[in-house]
């Protein structure tokens, strides 16, 4: 079958496999060298130093940019690298337009590139089109996208944001880590650069940092690759060997743990003892019909506000048995973390205040464990706080 063909999810599991010279190894092979003899005098071969490129990490490449469909792809040393890396365009003076509810280290990232005059920046509810249409009022370079939000699971309509930052005249880039290519692909719905923290799903064994942003421009894409090149934050061949050993799992992964998620999310939904709980897969969740229209599934994460604030969290968290108390998501094991003691204590209380995070709020990354082992837990940690 011709490769361009293939279903997605042949191309996580099967792309480049078979396909070794050597050996006939049918898994590719791991290159760790760091450099590659020329061919003759004046002769380099397809590889020459591996900052610039290597065989492992182009493999990682090659699959990524077929799964959201882009032209190219840049596989970086994390998720940070990877937004810094879709960002590079920007020039001191222009205005970045972003979500007043990102994730936290990207809150941290473009503030201080901001403070140091190399961009400037506009954080915004991007579901709030009068808000959004006034900041790209302004003249706009670049609009960066975060859907579904973290860690309240805003949804922005995607394919409404390409059309008014192409009118802008502006670069469209969205962070898609928290769904993967196998729920939504942003490319196809109007944006110029997806960014991936691979470190969550697309890896999904919670044992690699890495980034990676994919263009749907070959230019633009080659123009990327450069400047990761020159500034060194390509990933390292090891970590792209695990993350394309992961990413072969990647959809039945997200697809089993998604039907996890919507159980937890249903049963908390439920419990008096949880204020609210943010699921787009909820009817109720305001996001919902654009998050059915532009995803293919409602994704692993949720978050939710236990009612007694800080104090009940404080006991939730110490009753839980399956759920681990810990930052990251996108694991085949279930989390929970506590976004303004951890993953948003970075944020300045105001700001965080202003996106909804409040000290009762609890976000879940729901693994690959039996449903009924993830409600039992949830149940008795639940009955603990109300224990006291
Ligand atoms: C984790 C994360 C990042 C940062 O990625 P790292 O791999 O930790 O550098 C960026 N965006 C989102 C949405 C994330 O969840």
Known sequence: MADENRRAETIAAANGIGTDTAFGAVTPPLYLSTTYTFAEFEKARAYDYARLGNPTRDQLADTLAKLEGGARAVVVSSGMAALDLALSPLRPGDLLVAPHDCYGGTHRLLSMRAARGHYRVAFVDQTDEAALAAALAEGARVV??????????????????????????????????????????????????????????????????????????????????????????????????????????????????????????????????????????????????????????????????????????????????????????????????????MTHAAMDPEARERAGVGDGLVRLSVGLEAEEDLLADLARALDAVAAG
Not at 224 to 239: E, I, K, Q, R, Y
Not at 276 to 298: D, E, I, N, T
Request: aromatic residues 6%; neutral net charge.
């Open 144 to 341: 960066l996208t975060e859907t579904p939000s973290n860690p309240l699971m805003r949804i922005t309509d995607v394919r409404r944001v390409a059309a008014l930052a192409k009118a802008a005249g502006a670069l469209f880039v969205v962070d898609n880590t928290f769904l993967s290519p196998a729920l939504q692909r942003p490319l196809a719905l109007g944006a110029d650069l997806v960014v991936h923290s691979t470190t969550k799903f697309i890896n999904g064994h919670s044992d690699v940092i890495g980034g990676a942003v994919v263009a749907a421009d070959a230019a633009l894409g080659d123009e990327l690759a450069a400047w990761a090149n020159t500034v060194g934050v390509t990933g390292s061949p090891f970590d792209a060997y695990l993350t394309l050993r992961g990413v072969r799992t990647l959809f039945p992964r997200i697809e089993r743990q998604s039907r996890n998620a919507a159980a937890v999310a249903a049963f908390l939904d439920a419990h008096p003892a949880v204020a609210r709980v943010y699921y787009p897969g909820l009817s109720s969740h305001p996001g919902h019909a654009v998050a059915k229209a532009q995803q293919s599934g409602f994704g692993a994460m949720l978050s939710a506000e236990i009612a007694g604030g800080r104090e009940a969290v404080r006991r939730l968290v110490g009753a839980l048995q399956v759920f681990s108390l810990a930052e990251s998501l996108g694991g085949i094991e279930s989390l929970i973390a506590h976004p303004v003691t």
